[in-house]
């Protein structure tokens, strides 16, 4: 057996490991310290596409990355040369770095480049075993495009997102709120950590206790509990209560559960249209009903009227017959007004508040001027002040409501010589406020506080809806409505219109 010595054994040895690393199913090449590539292994072929005779001899930059220098030394390229810093510390290095696939798509590679051959104390070739991590970096690069999504979706969102930590189970004082995502309670620092004592101090008593013990279920079953409702104060004590739904789920670090996270949703508005919605409903179900019996009522009168003018056509009693038709023609006339009042409270069920600065007395003068046929049947007089200061108001809205009052005076005066005057005064704390004046047979004062509500009425033949409209649309003004009015002396409704400054752009309201 012969012994190798010197030079003889290190090329002996060299090719052994060149005949070892051929079969590796990992990329692998050897380069020497002016980076031209000495030896390559079938899987480093295959991967970029060269057969051998084009690799060896070639720098390793100009087959790896398509580039004429070393990578570190192009501006822009993030990554070090691995082999640049084997040579410099002749030391295995460990590095991810970004190669060129055979049809010149990145890949990334774990890579290990490791000394191979030394002369004179310094490397003279390493080799380097490459390991393809593409599927995996695209793989976090998507969680952490995710996460920057996630955490930019928590950041603008408007639930609210948190952690507690539970030291104690037993003791809330020991539980520990934190990773706020907005400010939340009173709670402006979200990199901070707060005592849920401290935070249970300026909330509802009530409330918190609920929520502390849904978080102590979630922490000691492990399971989700969803939609906790709870009443928080915006800042502190002093202020109004806010209505959130609270969403709990368990916290682990290192497979132990540690707490819970919550996410909170502000559903104050939601109830409040809840309620809003509520109450339509109702008021919807009761005028279903008035209107069913307003309406059969007059259609069984009108039946009976058509057959006696039939009978009295019969018997040529025409005018008779005259006289009935007249009696049909007002019923019809309850009715049209019945089904346009309900159509009116529609309307001011759920439009928007269109509010410019109009004149008063225009509004005033169509009113009146819409109405003469009925003020003339009346026998009524209706006078006018010689003017008014402009208001800020939905012109139509207000329109409605000065033909309700008005209207009003003319069918329930219940007088001979009806005298009706639409004017406005100065109030002691300077507001102005509207009126429509009669000299009617009045209201007893015991009927004042009804005489707004939907659906009531003195007079059989009225609807029950035109005061209760004349409210809603003064109330959605942020005015004021109300009547003076005694039996025998006369009625008289006032109104007044809120500033300018009490405007809600886009407001709606609900009958």
């Known amino acids: 057996m012969k012994l190798l010595k010197g030079k003889e054994y290190q090329n002996f040895a060299m090719m052994s490991f060149l005949e070892s690393i051929s079969t590796s199913m990992h990329d692998i090449m050897v380069v020497d310290n002016d980076y031209i ?12 596409g060269l057969p051998r ?34 040579i410099e510390t002749g ?49 976090f690069d998507s969680l952490f495009q995710s996460e920057k999504n996630y955490r930019s979706v ?66 000691l079953t492990d399971k989700n509990k969803d939609h906790v409702e709870m009443a928080v104060h915006a800042h502190d004590a002093h202020q109004a209560e806010e209505k959130w739904s609270v969403e709990l789920f368990p916290y682990h670090e290192f497979g132990k559960s540690v707490g819970v996270q919550l996410v909170a949703q ?57 006289e009935v038709a007249e009696r049909i023609i007002s019923v019809c006339n309850r ?8 159509l009116e409270l529609q309307k001011t069920g759920y439009l928007a508040l269109k509010r410019e600065l109009v004149s008063f007395k225009e509004i005033v003068v169509a009113a009146v001027s819409q109405l003469e046929g009925a003020i003339h049947t009346a026998g009524a007089v209706v006078s006018i002040d010689e003017s008014f200061p402009d208001v800020y108001a939905d012109k139509e ?25 639409v004017g406005s005064i100065i109030q002691k704390n300077g507001e102005t406020a509207y009126y429509v004046r009669d000299n009617g047979c009045g209201i007893d004062p015991k009927y004042h506080d009804r005489l707004f509500s939907l659906f009531f009425k003195l007079d059989p033949g009225g609807t029950g809806l035109g005061l ?15 009547l003076e009015s005694s039996p025998g002396n006369g009625c008289t409704f006032y109104f007044t219109l809120g500033p300018k400054s009490d405007i809600v752009p886009g407001r709606m309201f609900y009958i």
């Open 91 to 139: 030391e295995t290095v460990h590095t991810v770095h970004c190669h060129k696939s055979a049809d010149g798509k990145p890949i990334w590679l774990d890579i290990a480049s490791s000394p191979l051959e030394y002369r004179d104390g310094k490397v003279t070739k390493m080799v380097q075993m490459m390991i393809d991590i593409t599927e995996l970096a695209e793989s």
């Open 154 to 219: 928590v950041k603008e969102g408007k639930n609210i997102y948190a952690t507690i930590r539970i030291g104690d189970p037993a003791d809330s004082s020991t539980w520990e709120l934190s990773s706020l995502n907005r400010p939340w309670c009173g709670l402006d620092l979200l990199d901070a950590s707060y005592s849920i004592r401290e935070l249970r101090a300026v909330q509802p008593e009530w409330s918190w206790k609920a929520f502390e013990e849904a978080c102590l279920q979630v922490y």
């Open 468 to 482: 209760a409209i004349v409210q809603k649309i003064i109330t959605i003004h942020s005015g004021k409505v109300w």
């Open 37 to 48: 590539i000495v030896a390559a292994n079938d899987s480093f072929l295959q991967r970029v």
């Open 53 to 86: 005779d084009e690799i060896i001899g070639q720098k390793c930059y100009t087959i790896c990355h398509n580039v004429d220098r070393p990578c570190d030394e192009l501006n822009g390229v993030e990554h070090v040369c691995p082999f640049r810093a084997v």
């Open 335 to 342: 009715m049209e007004k019945t089904i346009l009042d309900m």
């Open 397 to 421: 809205k207000l329109m409605v409501v000065m033909m309700n009052l008005i209207a009003n005076a003319v069918d329930h005066g219940g007088r001979d010589n009806l005298l009706i005057h």
């Open 266 to 322: 502000n559903i104050t508005q939601d109830n409040h249209q809840h309620e809003q919605c509520e109450q339509r409903i109702s008021n919807m179900r009761e005028l279903l009903y008035t209107v069913t019996h307003d309406l059969k009522s007059p259609l069984v009168s009108i039946r009976g009227y058509i057959a006696l003018v039939k009978r009295h056509l019969n018997a040529q009693q025409f005018d008779n017959a005259f």
